[in-house]
Nanobody, 130 residues
Framework: EVQLVESGGGLVQAGGSLRLSCAAS????????IGWFRQAPGKQREGISC????????WYAESVKGRFIVSSDSAKNTVHLQMNSLNAEDTAVYYC???????????????????????WGQGTQVTVSS
């Protein structure tokens, strides 16, 4: 059974940093892409980053590029999202999701949309105070 568990959320002041983690189990970690999504109150869930060992480099949404860094620790089956220079617009519930690489490798495009993923964590709240 595929399981994804997010951790590391919390309350932080604007300009601060947080590091989220996504612990994965129940599947071969290196055969999957892991995506990070977030959903702010009253807004749709949006993809913000994705990483896969079968991709040349991670993908970032414009809203987080240059501030967030995604990394993967295959030995621990964990993906981290380092979030820097946080602002109030980053307040949201953050989710990680997983999908088999076989679903996207032929397109050479990392999965960045919610509908492309079939396994989700429960989410972790990030609140940035201004």
């Amino acid at each position: 059974e595929v399981q994804l568990v997010e951790s590391g959320g919390g309350l932080v002041q604007a300009g601060g940093s947080l590091r989220l983690s996504c612990a994965a189990s129940g599947f071969t970690f290196d055969d999957y892409a892991i995506g990070w999504f977030r959903q702010a109150p009253g807004k749709q869930r949006e993809g913000i980053s994705c990483i896969s060992s079968n991709a040349g480099s991670p993908w970032y949404a414009e809203s987080v590029k240059g501030r967030f860094i995604v990394s993967s620790d295959s030995a621990k089956n964990t993906v981290h999202l380092q979030m820097n220079s946080l602002n109030a617009e980053d307040t949201a519930v953050y989710y990680c999701a997983a999908v088999r690489d076989s679903s996207w490798v032929e397109s050479y495009a990392l999965p960045v949309h919610e509908y492309e993923y079939d396994n989700w964590g429960q989410g972790t709240q990030v609140t940035v105070s201004s």
